[in-house]
C-alpha cells in the first residue's frame, strides 16, 4: 500500500491506493519547510489523518511526498521526513519536488514542459522520468511571476498605494475590513505572508469582467511568461502544460498571453494529484 501526497503552499493533497487499486483522498494543511518545523507537520498529520487510515498506518509501505520547499536543502528535506515519519512509522518515505510532480501529472512519462501556477510558481523541461532544466522561480520575496502570490500582491500593493479604482476600493474595503495600514501590518505579521497574499488573487479574479483586474491578470501572466518561460533554450518548440488554481481558473487570459509569445498551451489542471494517481498505478 502507497500514499501519494500533493503539497503545495495551502494545502495538501493524500492519496492512499490499496492492492486492490482502491483510493480515497484527505486534505491537510500545506507543509512548506520554510515555514513551518517538523513538530508542527507531525501534529498537523496527527489531527488530520481519517480514522479508516489510522487503522491501517502500519501498513502503509511507501509515501510518494511531492512538495513545495523538497529538495532545497538537507535541512528542509529533514523538516518533512521527520514530520511525516511518526504518523507513518513502518513506511520508507520518498521526497520529491512539486515541480516532477507536475510534470508526472501532466505529461505521465512523456517528455515536454510544465509549470506550477497555484499559490507560488514554477517551470521546466520534463524528459519523461525527471526535470532536466528548470531556471529558479526564486519563491516568495524574489520572483513567483504568474502565482496566486504574485496575482495578490499586486492587488496589495496597488491598494496601499492608492491606484486602485475608487469603486474597488470601496468594495475591497468593505469585503476584507482593511485599511492601508491594518493591511501592511498584517503582511509583514503573518507566519506565511505567500499564502495571505495570494488570498487577494480571488479579488482580480472575482472581479475580471473590469478592465483594471483583467490588466493586472495579464501583467501578472506576461512577467511569467517574459521572465521565466521565454529564457528556457528553444522554448517555443514546446507546448506549455500547467496545474494550479490560477492558469486554471484563469485559463483564457493564460492561453491569451501564451499566444502573444506563439506557445501552445498544453493540459491545465486545477491540481496535480490525480495525474499523480495514474503515474504511479502504471508503474
Known amino acids: 500500500m502507497i500514499l501519494i501526497a500533493d503539497g503545495g503552499a495551502t494545502k495538501t493533497t493524500w492519496s ?71 504518523a507513518f512509522p513502518e513506511a520508507e ?14 505529461l505521465q512519462k512523456k ?5 506550477i501556477l497555484g499559490t507560488g510558481s514554477n517551470s521546466g523541461m520534463y524528459d519523461g522520468a ?30 496601499i498605494r492608492g491606484y486602485t479604482p475608487e469603486a ?12 492601508p495600514e491594518s493591511l501592511i501590518n498584517e503582511v509583514y505579521s503573518s507566519k506565511t505572508p505567500n499564502e495571505y497574499c495570494a488570498r487577494f488573487a480571488r479579488f482580480a479574479a472575482d472581479h475580471i469582467d473590469t478592465d483594471y483586474c483583467r490588466e493586472l491578470v495579464l501583467t501578472n501572466f506576461d512577467d511569467f511568461f517574459r521572465k521565466m518561460i521565454t529564457r528556457y533554450k528553444n522554448y517555443q518548440h514546446y507546448s506549455i502544460n500547467t496545474v494550479g488554481s490560477v492558469a486554471y481558473y484563469l485559463k483564457d ?10 506557445i501552445t498551451v498544453g493540459n491545465i489542471f486545477p491540481s496535480a494529484i490525480e495525474g499523480l494517481i495514474r503515474y504511479h498505478r502504471s508503474l
Open 16 to 86: 492512499f491506493i490499496n492492492n486492490d487499486a482502491a483510493v480515497f483522498n484527505f486534505e491537510t494543511e500545506g507543509y512548506h519547510p520554510f515555514f513551518v518545523d517538523a513538530g508542527y507537520i507531525a501534529q498537523s498529520l496527527q489531527k488530520a489523518l481519517p480514522p479508516a487510515l489510522i487503522e491501517r498506518r502500519n501498513q502503509i509501505e511507501k509515501i510518494f511526498f511531492y512538495s513545495t520547499g523538497a529538495g532545497y536543502s538537507r535541512e528542509t528535506d529533514a523538516v518533512l521526513k521527520e514530520g511525516i515519519a511518526p
Open 130 to 159: 525527471n526535470i532536466i532544466s528548470n531556471i529558479e522561480s526564486g519563491g516568495f520575496l524574489l520572483g513567483d511571476e504568474g502565482s496566486g502570490a504574485y496575482l495578490g500582491k499586486m492587488v496589495l500593493i496597488d491598494y
Open 253 to 262: 487570459l493564460f492561453m491569451l498571453v501564451a499566444a502573444r509569445y506563439q
Open 111 to 115: 517528455a515536454g514542459f510544465a509549470a
Open 93 to 106: 518515505i520518498f521526497l520529491e519536488t512539486d515541480l516532477l510532480a507536475a510534470a508526472r501529472a501532466l
Open 168 to 179: 474597488l476600493k470601496q468594495i475591497f474595503e468593505q469585503r476584507y475590513k482593511l485599511t
